[in-house]
């Protein structure tokens, strides 16, 4: 724990990366103080910027940035010029983490560890909190310790003492997981495997009392086979699979006995996509998948402008008499219609670039963290416009850079270390 708060560096680094430490520590709470870590962030980055280091934004910022400049562009030709600015400004996130952390004299890759680790043990202690503020309901109200495992306590209503979206949340929790599990298996000190292991089972349980399909997803996709392809040694490759499959059929043999667990991960998701079994079906993102498919086609290229989803899926509520996603001023729940509706197939392309290049540097970098961060992208995309909401766009924002700069300056390192080597 010392080691977290304790840094041998300049006093400028020193502050940037008190900075990022508690950026990390603020993101699972109200956007407001994640919101100012950030600004007091890039405050003191500008202060302390040198032009020198102006050199250092390439492509790579460009890229980081891309969803950014499809939002301004598309801007031009919105339907409504505040909305439009209203996109822009949510995702100034997005075109300044890459310029700061691509410029920052902190060396990332020195406490990316460490970060990372701060993070791990933040999400932990949240999950404990959420816990102990149901209990603590729970007591109040006089309810049987069944009610833990109830509608009241699952999702969303799991995490409304903290005001965060469950499948956020639950992004944070999965990222925090994977580290944590890799850690393990390179094997941490035993006093720390052990304090990890623990953090790794309260992880688990808060994700399965969040509920987040598409995050449990991706999170049993890249233990299955992220980890296995992380891991060179063919012995303990195999020893991981078959533990992974294990603890991955055990997981869903708990979910499918429990009632609240079946009813959001098996009956809601079949909900979801296919037939309806039960409720209002405007409730479900089938009904409003095929609204959007509506708008999508009036301009398919271009889209309809940035900031239109929201106004023009409104109207097409009211239309069909699907009022409760009118009144809630629902969006479409899946970041690539999204895209479409706003910008286009141009807007969805340069997206699905992005990725594709994320996913070719975590490939070859052999970066497992990168790797999981997009797959968790992927899978959350298909069911919330996390580009649309501030926490999502803060998680994109800030891990994206930050494992794609950290990484990159692992290889320079090693390169010149390599060249003193020879050089010597």
Known sequence: MRRLFYTEDSIQNKISYFHLLVFLALLPFDRFFSTIALISFLVHSIINFRLSRIRLVNRDVFFLQSVFWVTVLASIYAISFSAAMNSVSKQLAILLFPLILSTTELDLVKYRSRLMMAFAITCTLTVCYLYFDAFRVMQYDDMPFSSLFSAAFVNHNFSLPIGMHATYLSAMLAISFIYLLKRILLGSRKNNRILQTVALVILLAGLIQLSSKSVLIALVMIINIGFPWHISNPQKKLRFMVTALVASLLVFTVIYSVDIYRTRYVSDFRNDLFKSTAGAKENWRRERWKVSFELIRRSPIAGQGS????????????????????????????????????????????????????????????DLLLLSFLVIITAIGFSEDLLDVNKGIFFYAFFFPFFIFSKKKVENSTSENQQATVAT
């Not at 409760?324 to 970041?335: C, K, P, R």
């Not at 895209?339 to 699905?352: A, C, K, P, T």
């Open 307 to 366: 900031g239109s989803e929201i106004p023009l899926l409104k109207q097409k509520y009211f239309e069909k008499k699907m009022f409760s996603s009118y009144l809630n001023e629902l969006n479409a729940h899946n970041q690539y219609l999204s895209f479409l509706i706003n910008s286009g197939i141009i807007g969805l392309l340069v997206f699905l670039a992005t990725l594709g290049w994320g996913y070719r540097k975590a490939i070859t970098r052999n």
